[in-house]
């Protein structure tokens, strides 16, 4: 790493990331305050506040603000302090989709968010795996420190031994629940105070020099300052001091305490993010590593979005650049289909509001409308014929079949489910034998959330039904023996929606006839989404 050429500055001031947490954990109320501190709103609105103000600036689709969780990623801009922010939200509920998994693909690093009362939940180790697989730098903030929570030598060594990664506190609370004060920024030996009074405010902090500095008493009362120093010293004994380069290379954590409600801790892990977070990355491609700083430009597609705009039957294809600098207008190489793309109108995000961009760097996401040429997985180039890889699809772990309520409109229906495999939403299969579609999905809530969207983007109510296969496995192997397998299984057999061959099962058994009966071919769980 250290023998690089340093990045050109506009590429090097950019810091792109993800925030991870299990549901209710305060991820959207943290991201809303990411964009006050970024000046990117003028006020955070409150999930619960009334009428038109409750809906949540980062989560636009209209079952979202029902039910007020994030289900589709977002990804938004902005600036802050000389910074280049671009945050990609991800789903944080349990069954969300695979979604979440492709977008860790396309960030330098992730922020886990923590309760502090319940620690690490299930559905945090589940994307903390994620980021492992990819060694991807992570910072956590222990939210919810001005609610009763748990000791804070406890929540640390929970996540030492449930996540197997060191944990250096980066600041240490004073306090917990209603006598939570602030807290103590260890890197900068700052006292930092929260303001209950005003939400919307940045906390004030107060330069202090170590913990003997007679200032903190006037702040600190005598008993809290005792119990602060006495912390401090076991955590200096007990816990690792942070090491940036430890922290890069996924193997420490820095560990932040606050309260997102309260904008407390908020801007210190920003800044956290800014001064020791990762600028872009080196990606994998097949052929080759592509470095940020290389001069043609080149992105990949790690997540479509259709109908962002209701009005408009629009998708929006989100890229990851991976290097150099585009400038609207310029035309790019689409490697699937090995045609050039003139891209004039790329758009930028923040939250539900997008802009037109003249311009992007390497570690921008932007956003290419177009009308269904672009799919998750693909390349696109200044020409060269590169494809990017780790960028995973899964088998389903749930199949339902899918009716349209009114049969003069099954071909609608044809329509809708085609884009929802091509944005990633769901897994499309249409069997050898009979009419009809099987959906898989990850978990049970995207049935509610396709459903939801058939209506409303199509005007076409569908029912869901129990299948009775229980799972799908991608078939690969030579083409004869693939072919004589398909006659023999023709009940069994379905197509997804790229056209490859997949095996439905109702039973563990039925895969391990296949191994034995046809030993040449192979049944994958997950194919790499890959042109």
Same mark, same amino acid.
């Given at each position: 790493?250290?023998?690089?050429?340093?990045?050109?500055?506009?590429?090097?001031?950019?810091?792109?990331?993800?925030?991870i947490?299990?549901?209710?954990?305060?991820?959207?109320?943290?991201?809303?305050?990411?964009?006050?501190?970024?000046?990117?709103?003028?006020?955070?609105g409150?999930?619960?506040?009334?009428?038109?103000?409750?809906?949540?600036?980062?989560?636009?689709?209209?079952?979202?603000?029902?039910?007020?969780?994030?289900?589709?990623?977002?990804?938004?801009s902005?600036?802050?302090?000389?910074?280049?922010?671009n945050?990609?939200?991800?789903?944080?509920?349990?069954?969300?989709?695979?979604?979440?998994?492709?977008?860790?693909?396309? %960030?330098?690093a992730?922020?886990m968010?923590?309760?502090?009362?319940?620690?690490v939940e299930?559905?945090?180790?589940?994307?903390?795996?994620?980021?492992?697989?990819?060694?991807?730098?992570?910072?956590t903030?222990?939210?919810?420190?001005?609610? !009763?929570?748990?000791?804070t030598?406890?929540?640390?060594?929970?996540?030492?031994?449930?996540?197997?990664?060191?944990?250096?506190?980066?600041?240490?609370?004073?306090?917990?629940?209603?006598?939570?004060?602030?807290?103590y *920024?260890?890197?900068?030996?700052?006292?930092?105070?929260m303001?209950?009074a005003?939400?919307? +405010?940045?906390?004030?902090?107060?330069?202090?020099?170590?913990?003997?500095?007679?200032?903190?008493?006037?702040?600190?009362?005598a008993?809290?300052?005792?119990?602060?120093?006495? !912390?401090?010293e076991?955590?200096?004994?007990?816990?690792?001091?942070?090491?940036?380069?430890?922290?890069?290379?996924?193997?420490?954590?820095?560990?932040?305490?606050?309260?997102?409600?309260?904008?407390?801790?908020? +801007?210190?892990?920003?800044?956290?993010?800014?001064?020791?977070?990762?600028?872009?990355?080196?990606?994998?491609?097949?052929?080759?590593?592509?470095?940020?700083?290389?001069?043609?430009?080149?992105?990949?597609?790690? +997540? %479509?979005?259709?109908?962002? *705009?209701?009005?408009?039957?629009?998708? %929006?294809?989100?890229?990851?650049?991976?290097?150099?600098?585009?400038?609207?207008?310029?035309?790019?190489?689409? %490697?699937?289909?090995?045609?050039?793309?003139?891209?004039?109108?790329?758009?930028?995000?923040?939250?539900a509001?997008?802009?037109?961009?003249?311009?992007a760097?390497?570690?921008?996401?932007?956003?290419?409308?177009?009308?269904g040429?672009?799919?998750i997985?693909?390349?696109?180039?200044?020409?060269?014929?590169?494809?990017?890889?780790?960028?995973?699809?899964?088998?389903?772990?749930?199949?339902?079949?899918?009716?349209?309520?009114?049969?003069?409109?099954?071909?609608?229906?044809?329509?809708?489910?085609?884009?929802?495999?091509?944005?990633?939403?769901?897994?499309?299969?249409?069997?050898?034998?009979?009419?009809?579609?099987?959906?898989g999905?990850?978990?049970?809530?995207?049935?509610?959330?396709?459903?939801?969207?058939?209506?409303?983007?199509?005007?076409?109510?569908?029912?869901?039904?129990?299948?009775?296969?229980?799972?799908?496995?991608?078939?690969?192997?030579?083409?004869?023996?693939?072919?004589?397998?398909?006659?023999?299984?023709?009940?069994?057999?379905?197509?997804?929606?790229?056209g490859?061959?997949?095996?439905?099962?109702?039973?563990?058994?039925?895969? *391990?006839?296949?191994?034995?009966?046809?030993? !040449?071919?192979?049944?994958?769980?997950? +194919?790499?989404?890959?042109?």
């Amino acid at each position: 790493m250290s023998n690089r050429p340093a990045l050109p500055a506009e590429i090097a001031r950019r810091r792109t990331f993800a925030i991870i947490s299990h549901p209710d954990a305060g991820k959207t109320t943290l991201t809303e305050k990411f964009l006050l501190f970024g000046g990117a709103i003028q006020m955070a609105g409150q999930v619960r506040a009334k009428g038109e103000a409750r809906r949540t600036r980062s989560d636009f689709m209209k079952l979202e603000q029902d039910r007020g969780i994030s289900v589709s990623a977002s990804a938004m801009s902005f600036e802050y302090g000389h910074f280049r922010f671009n945050l990609v939200d991800t789903p944080g509920h349990s069954d969300f989709s695979e979604d979440t998994y492709r977008t860790l693909t396309a %960030v330098d690093a992730a922020i886990m968010v923590i309760d502090g009362a319940k620690g690490v939940e299930s559905q945090t180790r589940k994307l903390f795996e994620v980021c492992r697989l990819r060694d991807l730098p992570i910072l956590t903030f222990c939210n919810k420190m001005d609610r !009763e929570s748990r000791d804070t030598f406890e929540i640390i060594d929970e996540i030492q031994e449930n996540l197997a990664i060191d944990v250096a506190p980066a600041s240490w609370p004073i306090g917990m629940g209603r006598d939570f004060l602030g807290c103590y *920024d260890i890197l900068h030996d700052r006292l930092e105070l929260m303001d209950r009074a005003d939400r919307n +405010k940045v906390a004030e902090s107060i330069k202090i020099n170590g913990l003997d500095d007679p200032k903190l008493a006037e702040h600190v009362p005598a008993d809290q300052l005792a119990k602060l120093r006495e !912390e401090l010293e076991m955590a200096r004994e007990l816990l690792p001091a942070f090491n940036r380069q430890s922290f890069l290379e996924g193997h420490m954590t820095p560990i932040w305490f606050g309260s997102a409600i309260n904008s407390f801790g908020v +801007k210190e892990l920003m800044d956290g993010i800014g001064e020791y977070g990762p600028e872009p990355q080196i990606q994998k491609a097949t052929e080759r590593s592509v470095a940020p700083d290389e001069t043609p430009v080149t992105g990949f597609v790690f +997540k %479509v979005q259709a109908n962002m *705009d209701p009005k408009h039957r629009d998708r %929006v294809a989100f890229v990851r650049l991976v290097s150099g600098h585009f400038e609207r207008g310029m035309k790019l190489t689409h %490697v699937r289909t090995k045609k050039p793309m003139a891209v004039s109108n790329p758009v930028l995000f923040l939250a539900a509001d997008r802009e037109l961009a003249e311009e992007a760097w390497a570690g921008d996401i932007m956003g290419i409308p177009n009308h269904g040429q672009l799919r998750i997985g693909d390349a696109l180039t200044e020409g060269e014929a590169l494809r990017f890889t780790g960028i995973p699809s899964f088998a389903p772990e749930l199949l339902n079949t899918v009716r349209a309520l009114d049969p003069m409109k099954a071909k609608h229906l044809d329509k809708a489910l085609m884009q929802f495999a091509e944005e990633g939403a769901a897994k499309v299969f249409k069997p050898m034998i009979g009419s009809g579609f099987i959906v898989g999905v990850v978990g049970a809530l995207q049935f509610d959330v396709l459903a939801s969207r058939i209506e409303i983007e199509y005007g076409l109510p569908v029912r869901f039904e129990s299948s009775h296969f229980t799972s799908a496995r991608w078939v690969a192997g030579p083409k004869a023996e693939v072919e004589r397998f398909v006659n023999i299984n023709k009940g069994h057999i379905s197509t997804d929606h790229d056209g490859d061959v997949v095996f439905m099962t109702r039973l563990q058994w039925d895969i *391990d006839r296949v191994q034995r009966d046809f030993p !040449e071919l192979k049944l994958t769980a997950t +194919k790499e989404m890959m042109v």
